[in-house]
């Protein structure tokens, strides 16, 4: 089959599309015709050997977030069905994963980072790690779901977000920016985007502003950062007293100051957070049908193409890069 691979040294040149064995099934695996999915700054860190979690196997199978069609049967997920891949590996023994937070399991990680990812023709998974979605779910969104979704839902599920609470969402056109937008408006928030595209509005943000033009006297219960130092200074700065910090983001940087005094006179909240539980991508996928959530499409790139989608990511404006397994799309 074919999949796209990355050898050492790392880096885009060293990302080919290659032919691969098939994978093999074990024990309780579902094989999987891969659909499409979407490029995230995982991927980019796996294929640039930026990650803490250390990748594996080598050459390596890159791409965390996928959707396809079970191509064999299980206990409740059956041949034709379509399948979102949760996208951790995780061992369901200990304490984190019997607590329901499989996210963080001690002995587990990123799919696609400590385990070949998705973007090939065929996985072999768990089923504990595939969910089954509506024959009628657009394919953008499906493949969109399990990070940039998944990862917004948390945040807000972190942070406790309440019907009526003011939430400041730094990179509201990002990957997750545009979904924590729509989940926090069908949660009942009032939604302030920082974005230079207008068209984020589309997607349920009360107000849109650039980051020099937010006003100085904007004081939010919730600020969502997913995109490190660069917003830092700004996100503290927009925290009203009592409120909560949410980040999840390094993309400008991993480093910020804080000034201590602040953080207790006004009892602040900096709330870190990470991907999501398999329970709450199970709400995820009924939220996405009754709230009608969408994504924005930035472009579209055959598997074959992977180089291209990789070097158009940090130049996209408008939504997310598509990987697609369908030949020549």
Known sequence: MKAAVVREPYGVENLKVEEVPDPQIGHNAILVKVNAGSLNPVDMNAIANRTVYGIKPMPHIVGSEIFGTAETSGRTIKEGDRVLVYPR???????????????????????????????????????????????????????????????AYHALIRAQAKPSEKILIFGGSGNTGLFAIQIAKAMGLEVHAVSRKEWVRDYGADYVYEKSEIPHDLYADIVINSLGSAFWEDSLNHLDTGGRLVTFGVQTGVEGSLKLSSLYVREEKIIGSTGGSRKELMDLIRMAKIYSLR?????????????DAVNEFPKRENGRIIITMKQGS
Request: glycine share 10%.
């Open 295 to 307: 994504t924005k499409v930035h472009a579209r790139y055959p598997l074959e193409r992977i180089v």
């Open 89 to 151: 590996i995780f061992d369901s023994t200990c304490d984190n994963c019997l607590s329901g937070r499989e996210y963080l399991c001690r002995n587990g990680g990123i799919f696609g980072i400590i385990s070949n990812g998705g973007f090939c023709e065929k996985i072999a998974i768990g089923e504990q790690n595939l969910f089954r979605i509506p024959d009628d779910m657009d394919d953008d969104l499906a493949a969109s779901l399990t990070v940039g979704a998944l990862t």
